[in-house]
């Protein structure tokens, strides 16, 4: 445990930690940008105007499973294993992942490689605004070609969950399931990102908007709040816990979040909102 309170402090690396090991051959940086389709704007134009430099870029719309219609779930193996190497990552490789907002798609770049065995990854904290915040350079364009690389993945099949887990844990309830999505939307009373989204939540969900993890500068919270936040929503190690969201991205947070402060395991719940909030088949509620 660090003077932070975290018990895997190695999983967020600050602005100065990160500075300090940049360029470091067994290092990769990832940003891993993610834009809503309310945004407007694109991950990877963004990237290329300004990125950390040596950082690469994964759009986890490519890197996904393409047999589904549902935005950017979690690829084969195989596929996942080619895109490591393609950005020069190797089972050894130190990873950092990034985004432009601060941290709202980073931690899902941080459980995808748990989910694939690989424990050497972490989240750079406040995230790219950080980064320029403390006066770090950035640059612009494409990084030269990735070094040479073989990836082997070891798939964690527990730390993924789908629709079918959550019906049957709706059906009979065993683990706590855990709704990252803001508050509004977790009551239906705000519309979604996507369109043709019905509104509100799983039964029996509770509620931790990902945004209330973090300080107003996207920076994680101290251990004790964390810990205090994940215990009101029902997570305190004493159930196993699954977290959802609106497309599987920022219910990455607070997976992330658990590990942080040293909690069990939390699965995530891949199609999320999307896939269930998308069907006329799945029980809602709403208020």
């Not at 870029?57 to 935005?71: C, E, Q």
């Not at 190690?237 to 658990?258: K, L, M, Q, W, Y």
Request: one cysteine or more; charged letters at 20%; aromatic letters at 6%.
């Amino acid at each position: 445990m660090d003077d932070r309170g975290y018990a895997n402090p190695e999983a967020l690396v600050s602005v100065e930690e990160l500075s300090a090991i940049l360029g470091s051959p067994d290092l990769a940086v990832i940003d891993i940008t993610k834009y809503l389709p309310n945004e407007d704007k694109d991950g990877l134009a963004e990237y290329r105007r300004a990125h950390i430099p040596g950082a690469r870029y994964l759009d986890i719309d490519a890197v996904a499973d393409r047999s589904t219609p549902l935005p950017h779930m979690l690829p084969p193996p195989a596929e996942f294993a080619a895109a490591m190497e393609g950005l020069g990552i190797a089972n050894a490789t130190r990873v950092v992942f990034y985004d432009q907002k601060g941290m709202s798609s980073a931690a899902r770049g941080w459980w995808m490689m748990r989910a694939f065995g690989h424990d050497r990854a972490a989240v750079l904290d406040g995230g790219l605004p950080a980064w320029v915040a403390a006066g770090h350079a950035t640059e612009a364009g494409e990084p030269p070609p990735a070094a040479a690389s073989v990836y082997a993945p070891a798939f964690r099949p527990w730390l993924v969950k789908d629709i079918r887990d959550v019906l049957g844990n709706v059906a009979e309830p065993h683990a706590v399931l855990v709704d990252a999505r803001p508050a509004a939307r977790f009551r239906g009373e705000a519309p979604e990102p996507r369109p043709g989204m019905r509104g509100g939540r799983i039964p029996g969900s509770t509620n931790l908007p990902h945004l209330n993890l973090l300080r107003a500068d996207a920076t994680f919270r101290t251990a004790a709040e964390l810990r205090a936040l994940l215990k009101e929503a029902g997570v305190d190690g004493s159930r196993p816990a699954i977290a959802s969201c609106g497309s599987g991205v920022t219910a990455c947070a607070i997976a992330f979040a658990a590990h942080l402060v040293g909690l069990p395991d939390i699965a995530v719940y891949d199609g999320s909102w999307t896939e269930w909030g998308g069907r006329d088949d799945t029980p809602v509620v709403t208020g």
